[in-house]
């Protein structure tokens, strides 16, 4: 009897423990799926500052670069679509060029589409920036989509660009306690200056206008040539024009710009990791100043923001690729001639007009045709 009362224990303590792991080990993955949801971004990222920008958005050159060889280099013209679209024309300003960064910054090149082209550009970003690419196998390397030396109507070209930087802040910042940002995000991380922070860390600030506390604009200097710059209550709808009214305010201010010992500083942590296909691009015609290859298409193009930052500095990496065909307009704009089938084996109607004249004197619709048969 005692030994089927432990018996019945032993199974009943079995089957909590079993129900308890259970239960541990769903409230985990319930858990882990909620920070999962917490840490989707949906930043829109946008080719150029132009282009207008919603509530949360990134911009970074590499499109622009890309889109700048494409066009200087092969197509040797504006990118014009019929209808235009309006990324496309803002591209074409070319308001981004690679004389407005330094070559330290960014690796690209571009040629023929081949699986040499792709070895040269993973050994060059390699060798650079000892990166590797997470675009470059988004792309098509099939022997069918690579460029045909035997096929004399067809050039297919590939475009590629990539930024990569790290930085640190000359100083590194106090981590601050979580707060709130807005009126709707709690417990939020912080690194910055505040009354317990030793004074020699605001040295690396540099203010450009301070308004107010919600409106105000301040560079941090960091150990390379990098200046990360912070504008609260950005006025614009794009980056260009955010961009512009900042530098009128800080021209317009004429309060101190030095970081004092009394004044305080924070800001949030930073991480995100976008990638963007411009499906406006892809697959439309567009002419060339080539005599021969007068036709272009955008297969596809991608591009990619990475960007992290703290109290010690922060790292950004970007890439953007553009696959394109170059094909003369015999190939591409008329479409392969079919046979055409005139059937008349289904409802019709018929009409007999003298020639010569604006109106029939008969007309027929046949629809049962055992009624005419």
């Known amino acids: 009897?005692?030994?089927?009362?432990?018996?019945?224990?032993?199974?009943?303590?079995?089957?909590?423990?079993?129900?308890?792991?259970?239960?541990?080990?769903?409230?985990?993955?319930?858990?882990?799926?909620?920070?999962?949801?917490?840490?989707v971004t949906g930043i829109t990222v946008v080719p150029t500052m132009r282009d207008a920008i919603t509530s949360d958005s990134s911009w970074c050159g590499t499109f622009q670069l890309v889109w700048n060889d494409m066009k200087n280099e092969v197509v040797k013209k504006d990118i014009e679509f019929t209808?235009?679209?309006?990324?496309?024309?803002?591209?074409?300003?070319?308001?981004?060029?690679e004389d407005m960064i330094s070559e330290e910054y960014y690796y690209k090149t571009y040629g023929l589409k081949t699986l040499a082209l792709k070895e040269e550009i993973e050994?060059?970003?390699?060798?650079?920036?000892?990166?590797?690419?997470?675009?470059?196998?988004?792309?098509?390397?099939?022997?069918?989509?690579?460029?045909?030396?035997?096929?004399?109507?067809?050039?297919?070209?590939?475009?590629?660009?990539?930024?990569?930087?790290?930085?640190?802040?000359?100083?590194?910042?106090?981590?601050?306690e979580n707060g709130k940002f807005g009126d709707q995000y709690e417990n939020i991380e912080y690194f910055g200056?505040?009354?317990?922070?030793?004074?020699?860390?605001?040295?690396?600030?540099?203010?450009?206008?301070?308004?107010?506390?919600?409106?105000?604009?301040?560079?941090?200097?960091?150990?390379?040539?990098?200046?990360?710059?912070?504008?609260?209550?950005?006025?614009?709808?794009?980056?260009?024009?955010?961009?512009?009214?900042?530098?009128?305010?800080?021209?317009?201010?004429?309060?101190?710009?030095?970081f004092e010992n009394i004044d305080e500083f924070k800001a949030p942590k930073l991480t995100f990791n976008e990638k963007r296909e411009y499906t406006e691009l892809q697959n439309k015609e567009f002419k060339t100043a080539d005599p021969i290859y007068d036709i272009g298409v955008i297969e596809k193009a991608i591009q990619t923001i990475e960007f992290s930052l703290d109290e010690k500095g922060g790292e950004i990496k970007s890439e953007a690729g553009i696959d394109?065909?170059?094909?003369?307009?015999?190939?591409?704009?008329?479409?392969?001639?079919?046979?055409?089938?005139?059937?008349?084996?289904?409802?019709?109607?018929?009409?007999?007009?003298?020639k010569g004249k604006n109106m029939p004197y008969f007309a027929g619709r046949v629809e049962d045709i055992t009624k005419f048969q």
């Open 193 to 258: 200056i505040d009354s317990s922070t030793k004074n020699s860390v605001g040295n690396q600030i540099d203010v450009l206008y301070y308004n107010n506390e919600d409106d105000f604009a301040m560079i941090i200097n960091t150990k390379t040539n990098d200046e990360v710059i912070f504008c609260k209550s950005p006025q614009g709808e794009n980056f260009q024009e955010i961009y512009e009214n900042m530098n009128t305010k800080a021209n317009r201010y004429t309060g101190s710009k030095s």
């Open 324 to 354: 394109m065909i170059l094909a003369t307009s015999s190939i591409d704009s008329k479409p392969k001639e079919e046979p055409r089938y005139f059937y008349v084996d289904d409802t019709f109607a018929i009409f007999l007009r003298e």
């Open 83 to 97: 209808p235009q679209e309006e990324m496309a024309a803002n591209l074409n300003q070319e308001d981004f060029t």
């Open 123 to 176: 050994n060059g970003i390699k060798e650079k920036f000892d990166q590797e690419s997470s675009i470059l196998d988004s792309f098509d390397w099939s022997e069918e989509e690579l460029e045909d030396p035997n096929n004399p109507n067809v050039r297919r070209y590939f475009f590629y660009a990539m930024l990569y930087r790290k930085f640190e802040f000359l100083q590194t910042f106090d981590e601050l």
């Open 1 to 39: 009897m005692k030994k089927r009362i432990v018996l019945i224990l032993l199974v009943v303590f079995v089957i909590l423990l079993a129900v308890g792991t259970f239960f541990v080990t769903q409230t985990n993955l319930f858990g882990a799926k909620a920070t999962k949801l917490q840490q």
